[in-house]
């Protein structure tokens, strides 16, 4: 019978589930969308309990699929910096799932921001104070929780544990820990300092552990013998960096996605500037490993919008359209929802910038492909403004990353080669190498470093990307300045 660990990947549309060898190998999957609502414009959430339900269909599916297998641990990846609540005892929800991309904070990071906390909390947490982030999101939810209820409040991480457990363990890893916009990075503790500004009581938040380390044990799950140990958590972006092997400084990776997220791996912990953010990587036996990390509100998810504008069958189609556009042509910038890294304008809107008569559809759908590498390379430049390394080992996942000539225009832009990984599930594999270090299958980072991947290497080419590049900051300007600024009133 073959050992394996049981990796949940909880995402913003689908949660997946894979069973991982101690060869590296994945035998097994399974999945199943979670489901996302608008209840206003700019808001975006999820239920509590379709997200825990869709967890159990993926894990289902999974095992369904599997050949015979003994589960020897859980690891788990999450969607970052979207949050809940729920009643301490009872584990009832109390509110919806706040997602990453909600905007619903963003008078109450503008009234923060306008107060002049922005530097004090960036120094602490390494983070802007944005709508993407927890931290104005918890006390949302705290306002609205009826009143009298033990609370509980966490990130996706430790929403699951808590499920898993029964009940028994509120706790969450340091790397998700990092994205709340509550720790302190120097000292890895919970800021009573920060917990008072954005109004968050300290007693509601999980503890904070190693990514590798033991949660806890299964209770009542079902479709899973109680007592499973539950070996790793850590953030989806943050277990794709460790599931490539990036674990050298200046070693780096991006996931394509709904949005993206860039993170570069750093010798030590250094405070960000220039529009990037600094996190915790991971955390191995109580030392953290720190990265810059750029986050793109929107990505790939423009992509679909695009096609269905332009009346095309699905994506493929549009990047198809996409290679054969003449030179040049208008700009596109995607900030549906504000724009994050490196410009976190929360007021930028999408736009079109630079169309004329002579405009083809085949242009704008050359646009929105090239707003993806675009994106990526303004935030690269920012990081290597600021980087005591040079860039290395650039490693790209998630669906887009399997396109070859989205990778390839990626490769131009930036000027340095891009490593595209067979592996479309990198983030639910590096959880499961972390839970492998906490149960043994794996004895050290040289062991899971040397775990087979199978890659291929993108080249940058010459391009046009000059021109471009040139429209497209033209696109920015015109997306991040007021009307009123332009026109002088």
């Known amino acids: 019978m073959t050992t394996a660990i049981l990796a949940i990947d909880q995402g913003t549309t689908n949660s997946k589930a894979v069973l991982v060898t101690a060869a590296g190998e994945i035998v097994a999957r399974g999945s199943s969308p979670v489901g996302i609502s608008h209840p206003q414009p700019g808001w975006v959430e999820q239920s509590p309990e379709r997200v825990w339900q869709s967890v159990l269909e993926a894990i289902g599916a999974c ?61 602490l947490t390494g983070l802007p104070i944005d709508p993407m982030f927890p931290g104005p999101k918890m006390k949302w939810l705290i306002d609205r929780a009826p009143a009298g209820r033990p609370l509980r409040l966490g990130t996706i991480d430790a929403w699951l544990i808590h499920r898993l457990t ?49 949660f806890g044990q299964t209770l009542g799950v079902p479709g899973l013998a109680d007592g499973l140990p539950i070996a790793a958590a850590i953030g989806d972006s943050h277990a794709a960096l460790f599931g490539h092997g990036a674990f050298a400084p200046g070693d780096g990776k991006i996931t394509f996605g709904t949005g993206s997220s860039i993170m570069t791996t750093l010798p030590h912990f250094i405070a960000p500037q220039n529009g990037i953010t600094t996190t915790v990587a991971w955390s191995l036996d109580g030392r953290p490993t720190y990265a810059f990390e750029g986050n793109i509100l929107v990505s790939a998810a423009s992509l679909p919008w695009m096609a269905e504008i332009l009346g095309l069958p699905d994506v493929q189609a549009l990047v198809d359209l996409a290679e054969t556009a003449a030179p040049e042509g208008p700009g596109f910038v995607p900030a549906f929802v504000g724009l994050g890294a490196p410009y976190w304008q929360a007021d930028a809107r999408a736009l079109f910038s630079g169309i004329t008569f002579n405009t083809t559809r085949a242009q704008m759908a050359r646009a929105v492909t090239d707003s993806i590498a675009f994106q990526v390379n303004d935030v690269f430049k920012a990081m290597a403004s600021q980087s005591p390394t040079s860039l290395g080992r650039l490693f790209v996942d998630g669906g887009p990353s399997r396109n070859a000539f989205l990778m390839q225009c990626v490769a131009d832009t930036l000027g340095h080669p891009v490593i595209q990984c067979d592996a479309a599930e990198s983030s639910a594999l590096g959880a499961a190498y972390l839970a492998g270090l906490t149960l043994g299958l794996w004895a050290d980072l ?12 993108l080249e940058p080419a010459p391009s046009d990307t000059a021109a471009r590049l040139a429209t497209w900051r033209e696109a920015i300007f015109r997306s991040t300045v007021p009307v009123t600024s332009i026109m002088g009133e």
């Open 446 to 457: 040289d062991a899971v470093r040397a775990l087979p991947r199978r890659t291929a290497v």
């Open 166 to 214: 029964g009940g028994k363990v509120h706790a969450c890893d340091a790397a998700n820990a990092a994205r709340s916009q509550l720790l302190d990075l120097g000292r890895m503790a919970w800021s009573d300092e920060l917990c008072a500004l954005f109004g968050v009581p300290k007693e509601c938040l999980p503890e904070i552990r190693d990514s590798a380390s033991r």
């Open 63 to 123: 095992l369904a699929d599997a050949p015979a297998t003994s589960i020897a641990g859980i690891a788990i990846s999450n969607q970052r910096e979207s949050v809940t609540i729920w009643d301490a005892e009872s584990g009832e929800p109390l509110g919806p799932v706040i997602s990453w991309q909600c905007r619903r904070t963003a008078p109450d990071c503008a009234k923060l921001n306008a107060a002049g906390h922005s530097a004090r909390v960036a120094a």
